[in-house]
């Protein structure tokens, strides 16, 4: 954890609204920061005009920094953001690291070139605005409603199969339960950290996920992991209220990295 980290990962939970320097301190005092290293990153992150001080002693994110984190917030949705598939295709280019296309469920094949099922609820343009905002090019998405050969379609599912979705939901889930556990027995600040920690762990499997069809991929597991979640923030945000005086609009949790 670094503490320009730690800022951004608080000030996404409290939106437009905001939180206190002194919140901001607390927390970078419980991950073992000092007020003077806190203070200089949110110096930084200002001039850099990713966070405002847009009244005295309070900071909140910028319009910029609120791309990110409106498509990480939307692991609350589920898979009210799948439709049915017809087994066509949505064709994008772009760099083979491509962070942007990656997130929103493309996987690459060559040349360029990057696929995703067409099971996204989202229309086209509203798609092509996300992964702009993303950092994707202007215009990268090339196709929808498109067909691939057999070949291709076989390559897409062995890149599938490397994601190893199904390990990676039962893993959230068996560390989320087992936190449950934990964090009302536990120190109120090693509740906070953990927290912060394993929510932000399974909140990157959702906001991350490909949301494939069924087609292709069952997505139970992903359902009781996006449930267990759910339940998981609310204990999660009682937690931070306890000691923090103030009221996260959302669970405190480690930001979903770019890189």
């Known amino acids: 954890m670094k ?19 002194r919140n901001i301190m607390r927390t970078g ?7 003077n290293l806190m203070r200089v990153s949110l110096s930084r992150l200002a001039a850099k005009g990713t966070v405002e001080n847009f009244k005295r002693g ?13 498509f990480i917030e939307e692991w609350r949705l589920g898979d009210a953001r799948r439709r049915d598939w017809h087994r066509n295709w949505v064709l994008a280019q772009g760099d083979s690291d491509s962070w942007a296309l990656n997130a929103c469920g ?25 992964l ?28 599938v199969a490397r994601y190893a979705l199904q390990k990676k939901y039962a893993g959230a889930i068996m ?20 927290s912060f920690y394993l929510g932000g762990s399974a909140i990157q499997v959702l906001a991350l996920d490909p949301l494939l069809p069924e087609e292709i991929q069952p997505g139970d597991d992903r359902r009781s992991l996006w449930t ?15 000691k923090s005086g103030e009221s996260p609009i959302t669970l405190p949790t480690a930001q979903v990295s770019t890189g």
């Open 29 to 35: 005092a419980m991950f073992g920061f000092s007020e």
């Open 58 to 70: 309070y900071y909140r994110l910028t319009d910029s920094t609120d791309h990110l984190n409106d």
């Open 228 to 242: 267990l979640m759910l339940e998981y923030d609310q204990v999660g945000r009682a937690i931070w209220r306890d």
């Open 106 to 130: 493309f996987f690459y094949l060559d040349n360029q070139l990057w696929v995703r099922p067409d099971n996204l609820k989202r229309p086209t343009e509203a798609l092509q605005t996300l």
């Open 175 to 194: 560390k989320l339960k087992e936190s449950f556990a934990r964090l009302t027995v536990i120190p109120s600040d090693a509740a906070q950290k953990e």
């Open 3 to 21: 503490p320009a980290n730690i800022i951004l990962d608080l000030l996404r939970t409290y939106l437009s609204r905001g939180t206190s320097v």
């Open 132 to 159: 702009e905002n993303l950092g994707a090019s202007s215009g990268c998405i090339i196709a929808t409603d498109a067909s691939l050969s057999l070949s291709r379609e076989k390559i897409v599912l062995e890149r």
